[in-house]
Every structure is written in structure tokens, then in C-alpha cells.
């Protein structure tokens, strides 16, 4: 796997636990946005079924995803 979504995974999986529910997607949001200006993500699309539905969400909105394109290859 790539070792920046590695980082990410295992960032996320620290964190998330010291973060409210309600309040998870927004943390997540942040997160990707700092990952995406200082990390390669470019596998992240593929590798998406390894986060929990806050960080999938928040890679979704992020990068412009439909639900539907999961599965599909970027360009």
C-alpha cells in the first residue's frame, strides 16, 4: 500500500476516537484537506472501502466523488 495513505489510516484511526460523532466528518474534512496539499492521495479512490463511512464521506465530498464512482478508475 502507499505509505502516505498508511499515514493517513493510521492518523485517522488515533484520532477519531478523541472526536465526537457529530463532529467527525468535519475532522475528517480537515484531515483530507491537509493530506491532499502535503501527500500523494492519488490511490485513495481505490483504497476507499478501508475507512470508516466519516472519512469516506469526507474523501467523497472532497475529490467530487459520486457514491456511484467508488468503483470507477480516476483519469
Known amino acids: 500500500m502507499d505509505p502516505d495513505l498508511d499515514f493517513l489510516v493510521e492518523v485517522w484511526d ?3 476516537n ?3 460523532k457529530k ?3 468535519q475532522a475528517a474534512e480537515q484531515l ?3 493530506f491532499d496539499e502535503n501527500a500523494d492521495l492519488n490511490n485513495i479512490q481505490e483504497n476507499i472501502n478501508m475507512f470508516d463511512s466519516a472519512m469516506k464521506n469526507a474523501i467523497i465530498g ?3 466523488l459520486d457514491e ?4 470507477e478508475e480516476w483519469d
Do not use: M
Not at 456511484?68 to 468503483?71: R, S, V
Open 62 to 64: 472532497h475529490f467530487g
Open 14 to 16: 488515533g484520532l477519531k
Open 68 to 71: 456511484d464512482d467508488e468503483d
Open 32 to 34: 483530507i484537506t491537509i
Open 18 to 20: 478523541y472526536i465526537t
Open 23 to 25: 463532529d467527525r466528518l
